[in-house]
């Protein structure tokens, strides 16, 4: 039995008294319900002047379970509100943040959520949720340092595919 059916045999089966455990489990097993995270927002904020960022936001569009993550780049008018609404500072943010669930994440945190919307096999990358949080944010940081120098620099948002145009904001 592949892991598809499998899943799509536990959604069936499962009763909706034992709804905890599939909360309990969701960073795990991908129950399959798209139902419910197409009523939620889920908002990916990048840099839009990064190369690197550019190519990570291509990743996610490829490999998205299903189309339900939106984005925008961190210089935009939307992006700046939502910050704002969020607490965070716009001026001095050098980070992609990830909004979902009414929560904002930031840095490592904001990659790691992401990958729940990932196709396997780079949901398993969700497994990083349990390394502490202190190491994934310095590799992070280090790689935020360089990244120009590495993967270089845009004058503008080179993010433009009319497949995706209604989710860029």
């Known amino acids: 039995m592949t892991f598809k059916k ?4 536990l ?4 009763p909706e008294c034992f709804g905890y455990l599939i909360e309990l489990f969701q960073p795990f097993i991908y129950i399959g319900n798209v139902k419910f995270m197409k009523s939620e927002e889920h908002i990916l904020l990048y840099d839009g002047y990064c190369n690197l960022c550019h190519w990570s936001v291509r990743f996610v569009i490829r490999n998205e379970k299903c189309s339900v993550i ?6 935009s ?5 939502l910050l704002q609404q969020y607490n965070i ?3 001095h943010i050098d980070s992609v943040v990830f909004i979902s669930n009414q929560k ?3 840095k490592s945190k904001a990659l790691v959520e992401i990958t729940l919307f990932l196709k396997t096999p780079y949901s398993w990358f969700r497994l990083f949720k349990f390394v502490p949080s202190f190491l994934l944010d310095g590799v992070y940081d280090m790689v935020a340092r360089f990244r120009y120098k590495i993967f270089g620099k845009v004058d503008y948002c080179q993010i433009q595919n009319h497949k995706i145009k ?3 904001m």
Not at 6 to 9: E, G, H, L, V
């Open 70 to 75: 939106q984005f925008a780049a961190l210089e």
């Open 166 to 168: 209604g989710r860029l």
């Open 89 to 91: 500072d716009p001026i």
């Open 6 to 9: 499998m899943n799509n045999y």
């Open 77 to 81: 008018d939307y992006a700046k509100k």
């Open 104 to 106: 904002a994440f930031v």
């Open 11 to 14: 959604c069936r089966k499962i």
